[in-house]
């Protein structure tokens, strides 16, 4: 997923006091501590390290865990949808500096993976399981790679800025923010959307497929397909013709298929 970061404000502030520039550096690093915690439990928990439904509340109906677990995705991809769009970001920036949206929206992004994982429900069942095999081995490195692969996507494009350090560093440092240009580098030349492709085989690519981890994946897969609609409308947005041709060339996930 090309992330490249989609905030185009320059910032005109006069010089800011020193207390205010440090406690904007240390939300962004705030920011991205949480959501780098979110991310690495999501990470870990798809690949069997880490528990998830750590909630006392534990349903015993199927049909409520399914509604449960379709609630907390499409709060997720509500706060990822919302908070991405131009609009409100514009009103974002009334209230807090325009350094700290990006740390913002991090920020948002953990505490809600956090609270999706914690209250996921449990569902009886087990579609496959690979135990102690070359298929279990196998399988978990290729997961592994997905996720690998995500995180060099990050540093591709610029990892700083895509998290939010950027942004708040430039600003404790009274230097107006440039965007980063758009760009075409490694996966990107082939794939405009690396990043999911990466947490997409994360999800899928998996030892042991449980019951609970299908819906998941499922509900994801499909929060990410709805995703990229709104996030290339954005691109072309922001960088016109420069995109609309990249997107002609490059295809979304994976060369000459899709």
Request: charged share 10%; proline share 4%; with cysteine.
């Amino acid at each position: 997923m090309n992330t490249t970061t989609l905030n185009q404000y320059e910032t005109t502030e006069p010089a800011n006091g020193i207390l205010k520039r440090v406690t904007v550096l240390l939300y962004g690093v705030l920011g991205y501590a949480v959501g780098c915690t979110g991310l690495f439990w999501l990470i870990l928990a798809a690949a069997g390290f880490a528990p998830v439904g750590l909630s006392e509340w534990q349903t015993g109906s199927v049909i409520e865990a399914l509604l449960v677990n379709s609630g907390l995705i499409a709060l997720f991809g509500l706060q990822h949808s919302i908070m991405a769009r131009k609009g409100f970001k514009n009103k974002l920036v009334q209230y807090i500096p325009e350094a700290t949206e990006r740390a913002t929206y991090l920020l948002t992004t953990g505490l809600v993976t956090c609270m999706a994982l914690y209250n996921w429900q449990a569902l009886p069942g087990v579609i496959w399981q690979f135990d102690g095999s070359v298929i279990h081995w196998s399988l978990l490195a290729i997961n592994l790679l997905g996720w690998s692969y995500l995180l060099l996507a990050t540093f591709v494009t610029n990892h700083f800025e895509l998290m939010g350090l950027r942004q708040v560093y430039l600003y404790f440092m009274n230097r107006p923010y440039t965007p980063i240009p758009f760009t075409k580098k490694l996966m990107y030349r082939y794939s405009r959307h690396p990043m999911m492709l990466g947490m997409l085989i994360g999800l899928w690519v998996v030892p042991v497929m449980s019951a609970a981890h299908l819906a998941m994946a499922t509900f994801l897969t499909l929060y990410m397909i709805a995703g990229v609609y709104f996030e290339e409308r954005d691109l072309i947005r922001n960088f016109g013709e420069t995109y609309k041709n990249y997107k002609k060339e490059i295809a979304a996930l994976i060369p000459s298929i899709f």
